[in-house]
């Protein structure tokens, strides 16, 4: 029978406080008071930093403390990736963000998901849907993905924008929920 873990990862439903999840996430909060504790630690210090908790991290990438993730090994960046202050991600799945993104202040990328079904919840199940964002995309402040979301490569999300389905590549998208136009 596969463990909770196994379960999160596969984008099954899975319950959170398993002690193995809850020891990961743990894991992750330590690491976290130490990144945030560091704000005036140089960007290779902070590179060097984020390459102990992430899945991958492309060289030049900067993420500004303080930042918060939910475990950190589903977080792969490419090179040159920026996160300004206070973002954060919830990566119970993957989270992928291509190479010379850049995401704005008080960003939210939120891969957690809960059943529609008020019983599977009073169970305290949830699940994930990996959020995908390509390369060279533009994240303005305060912006919020939503689970399963694909940004594809050269788009453009407006501050504040709540984005609850895929954005085409070179499109830009804005308002709550995002509408995505082609420019020109």
Sequence with gaps: ???????????????????????????ISEWMDRYNARTTSSQPERQALMAEAFARVGEGCDIRPPFHCDYGYNISLGRGVFLNFNCCILDI?????????????GVQILT??????????????????????????WIGGGAMILPGVTIGDDAIIGAGSVVTRDVPAGCVAVGNPARGRLPG
């Design 93 to 105: 799945v993957a989270v992928t963000i291509g190479d010379m993104t850049q995401i704005g202040p």
């Design 1 to 27: 029978m596969p463990s909770q873990k196994q379960k999160m990862l596969a984008g099954e439903l899975y319950i959170a406080n398993d002690p193995e999840l809850m020891a990961d996430n743990r894991r």
């Design 112 to 137: 957690a998901d809960h059943p529609r079904d008020p019983a599977q919840r009073r169970q305290m199940l949830e699940f994930g849907r990996p959020i995908a964002i390509g390369a060279n995309v």
